[in-house]
Structures are given as C-alpha cells and as structure tokens.
Nanobody, 120 residues
C-alpha cells in the first residue's frame, strides 16, 4: 500500500503564506494523481488542488489564484503553496493519492491530515 505523510501546517496570520508537503512511500508505482483536500469543522470535505503524473493541475474555485500545487516525482512528494491566506482557509488539510484521479473525492490513499489555522 501507499503511505502519505503531510507536514507544514501551522498558525499564520491572514494574508500570510504556508507551504504544505506530502511525502509518499510504499507502492509508489500505483500513484498517478496526487492532491489536497481540506475539511473545516462542521463542513464537507472539499477539493483544494490536484495534479497528475504529467503535471496537469486542477484547483477548487475558492483557492484559484492563491494556491499552487506542484510535484516532485523523484522525491514522491507533492506540495501546496498557499498565499494570501484567509480565515476561511482554516481546516485540516489532507493529502490524497490515486491510481487515476483525485478529483472525485473517493481516492485510494489518504494522509493523516495537517492543521492549518489562519487568524484574522
């Protein structure tokens, strides 16, 4: 199986930036797409960003223009650069990986999550 470990979460002021990392290990050849979801208390999990093995990217509407997803295939790591953070971005951010796509929410592998808190 695949294990995903997130890092980089924390507390940041509104307007600031954070960079999340997710390192994959295990059966890496099973991974095509990687990405990020987030879930705030009392809300549904939502897509933040996804990237496939060819570098194609997709973003949730709420983060377009502010967040950038990237991937280092040699390191089996995906990153999420978050700029212009807003209090509404406060959530647990989960790394995701899938053999095909991470855009539908039902993915093969999930990380444990990392907390991002944005203060006003």
């Amino acid at each position: 199986q695949v294990q995903l470990v997130e890092s980089g979460g924390g507390l940041v002021q509104a307007g600031g930036s954070l960079r999340l990392s997710c390192a994959a290990s295990g059966s890496i050849l099973r991974i095509n797409a990687m990405g990020w979801y987030r879930q705030a208390p009392g809300k549904q999990r939502e897509l933040v960003a996804g990237i496939n093995s060819g570098g194609g990217r997709d973003y949730g509407d709420s983060v377009k223009g502010r967040f950038t997803i990237s991937r280092d295939n040699a390191k089996n790591t995906v990153y999420l650069q978050m700029n212009s953070l807003k209090p509404e971005d406060t959530a647990v951010y989960y790394c995701a990986a899938d053999r095909w796509s991470v855009l539908r929410g039902s993915v093969d592998y999930w990380g444990q999550g990392t907390q991002v808190t944005v203060s006003s």
